[in-house]
């Protein structure tokens, strides 16, 4: 499927001959202050300066056990195995993601639609989302590979066509996030700058790019800067932790060479006023079930 070229001005223009660095055009926090939710005052001003807030327990052990339950039914299900929704570790061949889970999954509906999970990205967005994304990570011990660095919104931007930067994610702990077995690391303060990736955006690019990133890859000498300017902060917290952070975060996470499995469910939600468009810097849009076009409400 081909696409035409959106008429939404390119705030964030990416994916040209060179790399280029924009300042953010957005709010980070676009709810009015002092308006009631999970998060408070003093929250929503951590993410605001730090692109990302952390959540010691946001869901209890009972339920992480049912989440868990359910992440093993379907990694073990060959019907899920063979969906194209599944990607696999290159080497092992073991399922690395299932995305599109809330559809697949009534058990991971329900977390989408939980008022503790869903409030926060309405409190944050400032008025309904929708599903932008979602997946399950599995990320067992010995040799599961990391994610390179990278912004969300860049890629989201360029080959999904959200046209601003209102969207968060959040990624729930299933199993313990130790300093040691891949954790996610962030920049904080990075979300403020935007920065455009060299190169053209192959055809189908996604089919590699959920393996191993390129496209949308920054160069060493402007993470260098970006890590040197804002430092790295490594996630580390016990199943049921979270951690909300925002689309334009740069962030990645290495391999897990541990013993000790690394687990998530990882959901984006995107304001429905920033519903998506045609890609800015792509040829033909990505899959739906990576880049949703079913922009109806999560109630």
């Not at 055009?25 to 408070?40: F, K, L, N, R, S």
């Not at 339920?63 to 359910?70: D, L």
């Not at 989302?129 to 399950?136: A, D, E, F, K, M």
């Not at 949308?216 to 979270?242: C, H, N, Q, V, W």
Request: hydrophobic fraction near 35%; include cysteine.
């Amino acid at each position: 499927m081909t696409t035409t070229t959106t008429t939404i001005p390119d705030l964030y223009p990416s994916r040209g001959g060179t790399e280029v660095s924009v300042p953010r055009q957005d709010p980070v926090v676009w709810g009015a202050p002092g308006t009631p939710g999970p998060i408070d005052v003093g929250g929503l001003q951590t993410y605001e300066r730090d692109g990302f807030l952390a959540v010691d327990q946001l869901i209890t052990d009972d339920e992480v056990a049912v989440y868990r339950q359910e992440l093993d039914r379907l990694v073990a299900d060959p019907a899920i195995r063979a969906d194209e929704r599944s990607i696999v570790e290159p080497k092992s061949q073991e399922i690395r993601s299932v995305f599109e889970v809330h559809r697949i999954s009534e058990v991971f509906a329900a977390l989408v639609r939980d008022e503790r999970v869903v409030g926060r990205a309405r409190q944050i967005l400032g008025s309904d989302v929708y599903v932008h994304q979602s997946r399950i990570n599995v990320k067992p011990g010995f040799g599961a590979s990391g994610f390179y660095w990278h912004s969300d919104f860049e890629t989201w931007h360029a080959e999904d066509g959200l046209p601003n930067m209102r969207a968060v994610s959040v990624s729930i702990a299933l199993t313990e996030n130790h300093d040691t077995n891949g954790g996610l690391m962030i920049m904080p303060g990075s979300h403020r700058t935007f920065l455009g990736c060299a190169g053209a955006t192959p055809e189908d690019n996604y089919k590699k790019s959920l393996q191993m990133q390129d496209a949308g890859t920054p160069s060493d000498e402007a993470l260098t800067a970006m890590a040197s300017r804002y430092g790295i902060k490594l996630f580390t917290g016990k199943a049921g932790s979270a951690t909300w952070f925002d689309c334009n975060c740069m962030h990645g996470s290495g391999d897990n060479i541990t013993p000790f499995p690394r687990s998530n469910v990882f959901i984006v939600f995107n304001s429905v006023e920033n519903a998506a468009v045609e890609p800015f810097a792509a040829p033909v849009r990505r899959p739906e079930f990576i880049g949703s076009r079913d922009f109806t409400p999560v109630r």
